[in-house]
């Protein structure tokens, strides 16, 4: 097993799914609920996310084949949006959906997506899935995907027990320093998608 692949993209999907984060709007959304009701809400979050991103892996390489997307381009966007969101994490300025009745509703939205399977979380996946080479190594992207997803799970199962032991100074402190490794990868991307640009079209002599 790539130990190496899973640990990067584990890392880099985590980081913009930030579970932490995710703690204040998940209780602020479904805190009035019954605990029932509100892992429930948390399960089913989780899953529309996992089928998201999951199909977004399979199907977004042919989207950017029909668009004449090349990877540098894709790299440089997803880039610049990664920075956007570290920006967020970062000042804590995030927009915070309003309450809405239902714990269906809430579910899908504003917690499955936008807020677990993002504009990130996609472009990181389909980034990670151009650099598979083997069923491998798309096994290994699954399993990280899979990984993510349990431990976000985990995270809003035991969110009440989360927020008692962190208290909201804590979990304000593991956002700062999501956003800041985030801002790291995002600068990272950039800067291949920038030396790809040069490579791709260097003069050939």
């Known amino acids: ?77 997803g880039g610049l949006l990664l920075v956007l969101v570290a920006l967020q994490l970062l000042t804590g300025k995030t927009d915070e959906p309003e309450e809405q009745g239902g714990t269906s509703n809430v579910a899908l939205v504003p917690l499955g997506t936008p807020l677990l399977a993002g504009p990130g979380a996609i472009v990181a996946t389909m980034l990670f899935v151009r650099r598979a080479q083997s069923l491998d190594e798309y096994l290994i992207l699954a399993a990280a995907i899979l990984a993510v997803m349990l431990t976000v799970w985990l995270v809003l199962r035991f969110s009440g027990l989360i927020v008692r032991l962190l208290r909201p100074a804590g979990i304000e402190v593991l956002t700062r320093i999501a956003g800041l490794l985030l801002a790291a990868i995002a600068v990272q991307l ?14 050939r002599f």
């Not at 291949?192 to 079209?201: G, K, P, Q, S, W």
């Open 1 to 77: 097993m790539n130990l190496k692949l899973f640990g990067e993209f584990f890392v880099t999907l985590l980081v913009i799914v930030d579970p932490p984060g995710m703690v204040p709007v998940f209780l602020a959304l479904t805190g009035t609920l019954p605990a029932k009701a509100r892992n429930k809400a948390g399960t089913h979050a989780v899953l529309l996310a996992l089928g998201v991103i999951i199909g977004f892996a399979v199907a977004g390489q042919t989207l950017l084949d029909y668009l004449h997307v090349q990877l540098p381009a894709l790299q440089a966007a």
């Open 190 to 203: 950039i800067a291949d998608a920038i030396f790809a640009f040069v490579e791709l079209y260097r003069p």
